[in-house]
């Protein structure tokens, strides 16, 4: 079936208008899928500003993209109103350093970053078995670490004791000076102290934001929901992250009190730790939600 011609125009003006555009599941906040998410975190490394539409919104919009581009799969990148690809294609280029051209940002250095092991760690992951060990490091300073192969573009590092250990060019420039430790109490368990670690998003209680608000603290509310869940409650002061709202908190100051609530306080711990990377020293994210302040705070709020 031919792509509906006012469905092309939509999608032709969005790629004139914006430089960077990214049709994907959710949003650059809050990504819905793995590919996603795995897409927005190379390009929250590579640029400040790209536009994303999530076509989960607009079930036309997600299958008419798949026409427009002759591709089936979402997400799908596009830089100066060419296709770029989807996720593999945008990860290859990353790791080689070709998606660095197209988008017209520097590639990183090629050193090899530097990683410690210490003896009770390297004994840990030679008793564990085959393969060398794997460390991932997200863009929100979440770890991996898992016995694995090493794959193209990865850095080869030999940790001592017989151990290798291979890291992705999108960790490594997150990964310097990371010391890796093991201690076998409590079940055992590796600890990572990482000197690059941004300021941590740290939990709120709903008492305590209305301690802060009555107190008159100079703080940003912000709601991360849907605008349906906004529609049925919200807190008082509050306002709804969209791409106005961005915006205008990516144009404060980094010292400005941000808090963030969603339904529960998952979508919103998301959102917050975004933030918290891109260097917010304040950060807050509401424990339990919009559903704990009603129960807690101001049962005048309706649940859902």
């Known amino acids: 079936m031919a792509l509906d011609e006012h469905l092309r125009t939509q999608i032709a003006q969005l790629l004139e208008n914006n430089r960077v555009v990214l049709f994907m599941k959710g949003t650059r906040s809050f990504p819905q899928c793995g590919f996603s998410a795995t897409v927005i975190q190379i390009l929250d490394d590579l640029v400040p500003k790209y536009h994303t539409v999530n076509v989960l919104k607009e079930p036309d919009l997600r299958e008419g993209i798949k026409q427009f581009a002759n591709w089936p799969t979402i997400p799908q990148l596009y830089v100066d109103g060419k296709f770029v690809g989807g996720c593999d294609i945008v990860r290859e280029m990353y790791v080689t350093g070709e998606l660095h051209g197209v988008l017209g940002v520097e590639a990183p250095k090629s050193d090899a970053p530097r990683v410690t092991l210490t003896e009770a760690a390297r004994k840990a992951v030679s008793e564990a078995g085959q393969g060398v060990l794997r460390l991932g ?3 929100r300073f979440e770890y991996e670490l898992s016995l694995d192969e090493p794959r193209k573009g990865d850095f080869e590092i030999d940790a001592g004791g017989g151990v290798k250990l291979v890291i992705d060019p999108m960790s490594a420039k997150r990964a310097d000076g990371i010391s890796i430790d093991y201690a076998s109490a409590n079940g055992g368990g590796f600890r990572i102290d990482n000197p690059n670690e941004p300021s941590r ?14 107190r008159g603290e100079s703080l940003r509310l912000v709601d991360v929901r849907t605008p349906e869940e906004y529609g049925i409650a919200r807190i008082e002061g509050s306002v709804l ?9 990516e144009a404060l100051d980094r010292d400005t009190t941000l808090v963030f609530y969603c339904h529960h306080g998952m979508r919103s711990a998301a959102a917050a730790e975004r933030f918290a990377k891109h260097g917010w020293k304040q950060v807050f994210n509401l424990e339990g939600g919009i559903d704990a302040w009603s129960r807690d705070v101001d049962p005048d709020v309706q649940r859902y």
Request: aromatic share 0%; hydrophobic share 45%; charged share 25%.
């Open 137 to 139: 490091v997200s863009s």
């Open 241 to 249: 992250l969209d791409a106005t709202v961005e915006r205008e908190l």
């Open 201 to 214: 998003v740290r939990p709120l209680a709903p008492s305590d934001l209305q301690a802060m608000l009555e």
